[in-house]
């Protein structure tokens, strides 16, 4: 699904953060890995010695100026409460996930473990234990400048991030971006463990865009404010938030419709949002196994008269396997948007569908209802894509070229939904999709997926807007 208005926007440049994030996570996560083993570099002495009593009775930590004693002692506090009945295997396995948790979040550039018994004129017993965790702090504050293309959008941007703001692992940054669409952005972030757990993570975000939305021939302005919980578990990534949102149509072209010339002006978005992520593919990119599964839901309550009242939800699944050096890619993304009151969904709430990342073979928004006689896209309530892919090596290419050939199948559908037919809605969706298919190159680079591809709409709707021929995708999330 290929958001048109500016909060959609602002959500793919989280998604492209999120990416880096997932980027610099996965070295994270190799660092940890040397961290775990590092506490345990005696490994042989402790299969030997494992089930020798031992305890803990002190952790004292080096190298770590800005980061609050009262913040470390709830990271150490499994590491210091053993039980009598301790032994050597568990304080270490203590003391490794401590150091393990330390390092999860990503102030430290390195955490190394030394351990030792206590002098017995210290009064301490045999069976006492002394480690100190030698920490290097990274840099607290860190800027950067550059350009971003994703989701059919360029974008120059800087930004700055202060680590462990407060010294609890806190992070403030402030990001400033102007792109192609997107014709301003602006946005001031803080995030902050709860109860110093690296896996549960609470963020408060304000922003504002300005967004230039030419399929549907008018400018979106959006000032908001969310408060979210980040949680991550066995099973996926949870995020819990809460938003509100100012939003404005204005700037209209000469020849917008009456559609949009109907929904410009001010409104705006108190709602209650869940999204849910579980993803194991061997890639977020270019996947070649694997699987991911992903919902989202959205409550937005009518607080003011202006205000959209509304329950949305979509739901996104995909499957990548191979045979040999083929890849073979299944992907399904849905969604639908209910409205509470008895007049229509507003255009800024309603989904677009059709583009390079999304159902290839059609224009950017180029699929859904448009006025008789006009070009704006008016988006829809329900929707379905599904693609089918085969990617493989390049003909008489070497194998380690990172360009791959790509055939696909892809479908979609946007409607209007008439809630007093719904089931009339599903069944055009379900039967009457636009379909394309097309060959093409696939292309990883470290920051996206790039794709040529030669497309041929097989169906269409009157009312889409299809492109034949070449056409180039780039982003992060495609279909």
């Not at 806190?170 to 896996?199: C, H, K, M, W």
Request: hydrophobic share 40%; glycine share 8%; aromatic share 6%.
């Amino acid at each position: 699904m290929d958001g048109g208005n500016a909060e959609d926007i602002l959500r793919s440049h989280r998604e492209a953060a999120s990416f880096e994030e997932e980027q610099e996570q996965a070295v994270q996560e190799r660092l940890n890995t040397f961290y775990h083993y590092a506490g345990l570099r005696l490994s042989d002495m402790v299969d030997r010695n494992g089930s020798l009593p031992a305890k803990l009775k002190q952790v004292t930590v080096l190298g770590t100026p800005h980061t609050r004693p009262s913040f470390l002692a709830k990271v150490l506090g499994d590491v210091l409460n053993q039980p009598d009945s301790a032994t050597l295997r568990s304080s270490l396995d203590a003391l490794s996930a401590a150091a393990t948790r330390l390092a999860e979040f990503g102030i430290y550039e390195s955490v190394v473990i030394d351990v030792d018994k206590i002098p017995f004129h210290r009064g301490a017993s045999e069976h006492d234990l002394a480690a100190t965790l030698h920490c290097k702090e990274r840099s607290r504050i860190s800027a950067r400048t550059g350009t971003d293309f994703g989701n059919q959008e360029g974008s120059a941007y800087a930004s700055i991030n202060i680590r462990n703001a407060f010294g609890g692992a806190e992070s403030l940054e402030g990001n400033v971006a102007f792109g192609t669409r997107t014709r301003a952005s602006y946005e001031a972030r803080l995030t902050t463990p709860i109860d110093a757990n690296p896996q549960s993570i609470f963020e408060l975000l304000g922003y504002a865009a300005t967004r230039a939305n030419t399929h549907a021939s008018h400018e979106e302005l959006v000032q908001g404010l969310s408060a979210s919980v980040k949680q991550l578990s066995v099973l996926g990534r949870h995020d819990f938030g809460i938003h509100a949102v100012a939003r404005t149509i204005t700037n209209l072209s000469p020849g917008a419709s009456l559609a949009i010339r109907q929904s410009a002006g001010d409104s705006q978005k108190f709602s209650l949002t869940h999204a849910f992520v579980h993803d194991r593919r061997d890639d977020v990119v270019v996947p070649t196994t694997g699987y991911r599964l992903g919902t989202t839901q959205e409550l937005a309550l009518p607080l003011t008269e202006s205000a959209a009242a509304f329950a949305k939800a979509e739901v996104q699944a995909s499957r990548h396997g191979k045979v040999g050096d083929v890849v073979l890619s299944l992907s399904a993304k849905g969604g639908l948007l209910w409205t509470l009151a008895e007049q229509q969904s507003m255009l800024n709430d309603r989904f677009q569908l059709g583009g390079p990342t999304s159902v290839r073979g059609f224009q950017y928004a180029g699929l859904g209802p448009r006025p008789r006689g006009s070009q704006d896209a008016l988006g829809g309530d329900v929707y379905l894509s599904t693609c089918a892919s085969i990617m493989h090596r390049v003909p008489f290419a070497p194998e380690s070229w990172p360009i791959k050939a790509q055939t696909f199948v892809a479908t979609g559908a946007l409607l209007p939904l008439d809630k007093q037919k719904p089931r009339q809605t599903l069944q055009k969706l379900l039967t009457n999709p636009s379909v394309s298919a097309g060959i093409g190159l696939v292309f990883r680079h470290p920051a996206a997926r790039i794709e040529m591809s030669f497309c041929l709409p097989l169906i269409a709707r009157p009312t889409d807007q299809v492109r034949k021929g070449l056409q180039f995708g780039l982003g992060v999330d495609f279909m």
